[in-house]
T-cell receptor, first 110, second 112 residues
């Protein structure tokens, strides 16, 4: 079993839809949870960063962490074609290396 | 967040040559930097953890004599791919941060 599980997709949605991306993990020691967006041939861009459990909202993006279920989510409201990219979840114990999910390919159709 | 740059963004070299990739933290005191490689349509694979003023820690299966890492200052870490071969062709990315990690734009290496 992988330490972090993420469905690779691809996930295809129409423009304006609400997108839900998810990851599950097995290591209860993880405290820091991140979502990255990566366009082709570019470095990952940090979208959301959450410490421990809870929700965080930034514009069209909402990140949720449920440590009791070992489950994290990223919601994208009013999705746009420019949101088409690979979304990577990542988590760590402070100061330690990141553990990544496989990445989910998202395609938003206009 | 931290701003991370990489140089060069793209390099093409002949088999057998060595290539140096620089990773700079522009606004953050980076005591630790991480080096990753990424194959097409795959997630990032951690190669090594670079520590300022000390030896890097390599992940299992990564040849330390082939991928030389130097982290001589709080703003610069370098990865040198020695005697590069076509199988070393990949996308190399560095990151730094505390808690959250910020990534550089990546370096695409093509070995002919």
């Amino acid at each position: 079993q992988k330490e972090v599980e993420q469905d690779p997709g691809p996930l295809s949605v129409p423009e304006g839809a609400i997108v839900s991306l998810n990851c599950t993990y097995s290591n209860s020691a993880f405290q820091y949870f991140m979502w990255y967006r990566q366009y082709s041939r570019k470095g990952p861009e940090l979208l959301m960063y959450t410490y421990s459990s809870g929700n965080k909202e930034d514009g069209r993006f909402t990140a949720q962490v449920d440590k009791s279920s070992k489950y994290i989510s990223l919601f994208i409201r009013d999705s746009q074609p420019s949101d088409s990219a690979t979304y990577l979840c990542a988590m760590s114990i402070y100061g330690n290396k990141l553990v990544f999910g496989a990445g989910t390919i998202l395609r938003v159709k206009s | 967040g931290a701003v991370v740059s990489q140089h060069p963004s793209r390099v093409i070299c002949k088999s057998g040559t060595s290539v140096k990739i620089e990773c700079r933290s522009l606004d953050f005191q980076a005591t630790t930097m991480f080096w990753y490689r990424q194959f097409p349509k795959k997630s990032l694979m951690l190669m090594a953890t670079s520590n300022e003023g000390s030896k890097a820690t390599y992940e299992q299966g990564v040849e330390k004599d082939k991928f030389l890492i130097n982290h001589a200052s709080l703003t610069l870490s370098t990865l040198t791919v020695t005697s590069a071969h076509p199988e070393d062709s990949s996308f190399y990315i560095c990151s730094t941060g505390s808690g959250e990690q910020f990534f550089g734009p990546g370096t695409r290496l093509t070995v002919l």
